[in-house]
């Protein structure tokens, strides 16, 4: 099995960066597809971001992009997201999650929550006006 443990997050002024870490471990890592997600009180958990097994793909909400970036470290078992240009809006509860097999990296399957067996337990990310 896989966990995941972030780390990061915290409290930053409008316009400000910050960047969350996921970290793997209980087994080999596996360069499935990976995600963030974020949910704010009253509303639904949203996709942020997605990367592929190698990296070399990557996807965006339209919300945050231009703003935010994804990567990976397969040595070091993390992927990462960069985040920007903050603003208020972007204040939430930020998970990371990562698939279980190998499939084809599309967007219903990096988009949709259902398709992630594995989920970290959640940092908080507060943007002050």
């Known amino acids: 099995q896989v966990q995941l443990v972030q780390s990061g997050g915290g409290l930053v002024q409008a316009g400000g960066s910050l960047r969350l870490s996921c970290a793997a471990s209980?087994?080999?890592?596996?360069?499935?597809?990976m995600a963030w997600f974020r949910q704010s009180p009253g509303k639904e958990r949203e996709f942020v971001a997605a990367i592929n097994w190698s990296g070399g793909s990557t996807l965006y909400a339209d919300s945050v992009k231009g703003r935010f970036s994804i990567a990976r470290d397969n040595v070091k078992n993390t992927v990462y997201l960069q985040m920007n240009s903050l603003k208020p809006e972007d204040t939430a509860l930020y998970y990371c999650?990562?698939?279980?097999?190998?499939?084809?990296?599309?967007?219903?399957?990096?988009?949709?929550?259902?398709?992630?067996?594995?989920w970290g337990q959640g940092t908080q990310v507060t943007v002050s006006s």
């Open positions: 999650a990562a698939q279980a097999t190998i499939a084809a990296f599309t967007t219903s399957r990096a988009t949709s929550p259902r398709a992630y067996d594995y």
């Open positions: 209980g087994r080999t890592f596996s360069t499935n597809t």
